[in-house]
């Protein structure tokens, strides 16, 4: 049986801070269409590994390697040009802009297309925007703007602004964060549709262990910057060490469980 494509390809990671390790030799890899996620209690390595992975922070040693291309020690706008997207903890979005201007903005960033920013969103790639806010649900909050949006769907907003540099592989620091349980069932819903219907590989931290365990393909479980768990949800779950690590902290790790990771 032939083993499955690699789409990233991450190779003994370190980071350290003064005598702290952050993270220590890790090593995974994510293949197309598959939906990762990186859970682990707090301090555990799961911020510190996303920034090496996209180029904001640079490992002390290791690979992390894209498509067959070494991406280790590139900048972030680097990396985003090759194919990752990410979505982070807190939203960031133009308030006083509508929610197509957003998204706009992102296509011309990513086109490198110089037009003044006075007139370019009213003109370049409308069409694209509002495919794009299609696919998240948000085709009619197109000329809203930003500054009245609610949360959940700033969220929304934020995975469209994320896909407009057509990524190959998107990394999700804690999507649902603040979010009401419904809106984040149907936020990793259509995360996890959009990523199988277009092969995009996924990597996301979680509180949420409902979500974790009824999204993800496979779990890789870190504690003190080192993997102590990887597998199916079902083997991550039975895991007499990651069920140690959680229930030390007086959590329930398990089904309908929420892990604060």
């Known amino acids: 049986m032939s083993e499955a494509p690699r789409l990233l390809f ?5 980071k ?32 510190t590994c996303f920034n090496m992975l996209n180029g904001q922070t640079p490992a002390d040693s290791g690979r992390v390697v894209l498509r067959g291309q070494d991406i280790s020690g590139k900048q972030p706008r680097e990396v985003w040009r090759l194919g990752v997207g990410r979505t982070f903890q807190i939203t960031a979005t133009y308030a006083s802009m509508t929610v197509r201007e957003n998204v706009q903005v992102a296509l011309i960033s990513f086109q490198s297309k110089l037009y003044s920013m006075l007139n370019a969103t009213q003109r370049f790639a409308s ?14 909050y197109a000329a809203r703007p930003c500054g009245e949006l609610a949360y959940g769907d700033l969220k929304r907003l934020e995975l469209a602004l994320a896909l407009a540099n057509d990524p190959k592989l998107l990394l999700m620091d804690e999507p649902t964060a603040g979010m009401a349980p419904r809106e984040r069932v ?7 549709q959009i990523a199988r219907e277009k092969e ?16 993800a393909d496979r779990i890789i479980v870190l504690n003190r910057g080192s993997i102590i768990s990887e597998g199916s949800p079902d083997q991550v779950r039975n895991d007499p060490q990651v069920k140690a690590v959680y229930l030390g902290d007086g959590l329930v790790f398990g089904q309908h469980a929420e892990a604060h990771a």
């Open 127 to 140: 069409d694209e925007a509002d495919r794009l806010l299609g696919l998240v649900g948000m085709e009619g």
């Open 200 to 215: 995009i590989g996924v990597l996301f931290t979680e509180h949420d262990m409902d979500v974790v365990f009824e999204h």
């Open 16 to 47: 350290s801070y003064g005598g702290v390790h952050a993270v220590r030799n890790v090593s995974f890899s994510v293949a197309p269409g598959e939906i990762l996620a990186l859970i682990g209690p707090n301090g555990a390595g799961k911020t």
């Open 186 to 192: 149907e936020l990793m819903r259509m995360t996890a």
């Open 10 to 14: 991450v190779e003994g990671l370190n």
